[in-house]
């Protein structure tokens, strides 16, 4: 059952979320599934949403988050956003922009119609090695305006090695600097700290982990960011590439915020802030 999390003072007082690496006892479900942290009006604890595919989850699993949202992209069509923030979704991160040269046909429609709904929406951009930190940031920058009330913008660096024009896997430091500066960019920008996701793979064989000034966003489909990336910092966590929500026709991603719904306010409205504008 979708509970709703009234409004409580408390919450105002309260800093950023730290991530997600392990969580306090006053952060975890009490009994019922209601959380035992003070409540903040407006946020949509503990949906439940279908998938298509589901993991079975063993110690802690995804329901166990109160928080949750969708990232999309052209592959999801049209979508019913005003259903889709009925559902329980808190935030979508919508696919803007590819490499240097390519834009989401359907970002623009996404971004208009996710804030008029009401959903908390930030972009994201693939990275592609082929081609400068400064191109790729300038192309993002063309199509994703500046938004006061938008999430922190991300950067999604993974392998691309399905792609028909970059397969080049770097070195480590190559890939270090080549995030470095990109958030760098992004940052200086939007002033907001961006989000930087990634894949396991990815995760694991490079020094992405490392770079500063970003929260992480960990793809961990069949096991929790505790067991699959140890000691990662983490502040939303992709947990199914499979899932169902009202509004979208088939299969969407599906992720958790790393704390309590008043810790999703105070990170969603100044946690990641670094500068006013």
Request: proline content about 8%.
């Amino acid at each position: 059952m979708v509970r709703i999390v009234l409004l409580s003072l408390l919450a105002l007082g309260l800093a950023a979320c730290g991530g997600g690496r392990d969580s306090t006892p006053a952060e975890r479900a009490a009994p019922g599934g209601v959380y035992d942290t003070p409540r903040v009006a407006g946020v949509v604890s503990f949906p439940e949403f279908g998938d298509h595919d589901p993991h079975p989850w063993d110690g802690r699993a995804p329901e166990d988050y109160p928080v949750h949202g969708i990232d999309v992209s052209r592959w999801q069509g049209d979508i019913d956003w005003e259903t889709v923030g009925r559902s329980g979704v808190s935030f979508a991160f919508i696919k803007a922009t590819e490499g240097g040269d390519h834009l989401d046909p359907m970002f623009e429609t996404n971004w208009n119609a996710a804030r008029a709904a009401g959903v908390p929406r930030g972009a994201y951009h693939y990275y592609y090695f082929c081609r400068t930190p400064e191109e790729q940031a300038e192309w993002f920058f063309e199509n994703v305006p500046r938004d006061r009330s938008a999430l922190p913008p991300v950067l999604d660096m993974e392998w691309t090695h399905t792609s028909r024009t970059c397969t080049w896997r770097p070195d480590d430091a190559t890939v270090k600097q080549k995030a470095d500066r990109f958030v760098a960019l992004l940052t200086r920008h939007y002033g907001k700290r961006p989000i930087i996701y990634t894949t396991v793979d990815f995760f694991r064989e490079t020094p992405i982990g490392t770079v500063k000034g970003a929260d992480f966003w960990l793809r961990s489909v069949a096991g929790h960011p505790r067991e699959v990336h140890p000691g990662a910092h983490w502040t939303f966590w992709q947990y199914t590439g499979t899932g169902l929500v009202p509004g979208i026709r088939g299969g969407v991603d599906i992720n958790a915020f790393a704390g309590s719904p008043d810790r999703w306010i105070a990170w969603r409205d100044n946690g990641a802030r670094v500068a006013k504008r």
